[in-house]
């Protein structure tokens, strides 16, 4: 996948003009459907908002590390899964109330923010990073030295995220059961692809570098 480097005025006012549109609707919709519960959801939003206004200027696919192209069906698969997923969490935080856990707002909720806001920050870092490796070359740099897919753990960390944030227990059971299954099978195609691609310097790779969690050192 390559990246758009250059500066496109284009592109970047109208991420500008939707991100403001989304934050505005976001903020009008939390107001209206639980004014007495808005901030949390409003804030969260604001948060998603900004980070996929990144995502989308540079180019960045959302379903995957950047390094290859995914296949659509297992993009069309987590999309399947991410979409209704966070849906659910906002209607069952604003309407249905299943799975909230009232009794800890707003302490888990802030916990959910900062854990998604981690997240976040992750993806864009490795975002970057990838900005500036070279076309056709594997390159380990910055955290990619310690963790093969900083992005799709990043990816994993917001899910639990948005579950926390919206206070939902079974939001967090659909993360952990459906969408980090999910992003695990296509991390297992993605590394596939990227070993038959670069052979032996991808393979050593796979041996030396962690999947998600960087080894502690010794």
């Known amino acids: 996948m390559k990246f758009i480097k250059n500066f496109r005025f284009g592109r970047f006012i109208w991420t500008l003009f939707v991100t403001y549109y989304f934050i505005n609707f976001a903020r009008n919709f939390f107001d209206d459907a ?73 302490t888990l909720n802030l916990i959910g923010i900062l854990v998604f806001a981690i997240g976040v920050l992750l993806r864009l870092y490795s975002l970057f990073l990838l900005l500036h490796l070279p076309d056709n070359k594997f390159v380990a740099k910055g955290i990619y030295k310690h963790c093969r897919q900083p992005r799709y753990l990043a990816t994993m960390i917001q899910l639990i995220g948005i579950a926390l944030a919206l206070s939902s227990y079974w939001g967090l059971i659909f993360a952990l059961g459906i969408g980090i299954p999910l992003i695990l099978v296509e991390i297992h195609y993605e590394e596939k692809v990227l070993a038959e691609h670069f052979k032996t310097e991808y393979i050593n790779y796979l041996k030396n570098v962690p999947r998600l969690f960087p080894k502690l050192k010794k």
């Open 34 to 106: 639980a004014p007495d519960r808005a901030i949390i959801p409003t804030v969260l939003f604001f948060i998603v908002t900004i980070w996929l206004a990144f995502e989308y200027y540079f180019g960045s696919p959302f379903f995957q590390s950047g390094l290859v192209e995914m296949s659509p069906i297992w993009r069309g698969f987590f999309a399947l899964f991410f979409y209704p997923y966070v849906g659910f969490c906002v209607a069952d935080y604003v309407w249905f109330q299943w799975g909230q856990v009232r009794q800890l707002y707003p």
